[in-house]
């Protein structure tokens, strides 16, 4: 599927790292879900994605139908009952990711903030902006430098 560069997108950080055969059946639930997933009766443009073993993304072109406010309820009902089935955290904003290498590490804000200030989290740190909202800004700032991220900001004050 071709999905536009304006296509909305939802990250859902886990606060743990989800086993092999747990991406497996969520990438599978996630599939049988957005192959139904419907607007108004609309068949859209969607594809949910399980990235690092700790993200669940919703991708919707909205070339074809426009999200409304039922959908992305019944979206985050999966998200509630893949927490509830895997003993996840997926709706927690303060949960925070940065790499160490190839390896992603989750952790709460205050130990990010911690991590931040001994300096074991600096300025080249990737660390991974949920906060992003279109396919474009996935694509170029999901995955992106401590110092270009909104962490920076936050905490400015520890650098």
Known sequence: MSLSPQSKVWVYQSDRELTGPE??????????????WKAHGHQLAAVAKVLYSFFIVFIV???????TGCSIDASVRIVKDIEQTYHLDLL????MAYKIGDKVVATNK????????????GPKTMVFNNMVQTLAE???KWEIPFEKSWHS???AHLL
Not at 23 to 36: S, Y
Not at 110 to 119: A, H, R
């Open 92 to 95: 927690n904003r303060f949960n």
């Open 138 to 140: 996935f694509e170029t």
């Open 61 to 67: 072109d909205e070339k074809t139908a426009n999200v």
């Open 23 to 36: 991406v497996e059946a969520i990438q599978q639930q996630l599939n049988v879900f957005t192959e139904q």
């Open 153 to 155: 900001t936050v905490f």
């Open 110 to 121: 205050e130990d990010f903030e911690t991590l931040v200030n001994i300096k074991k989290i």
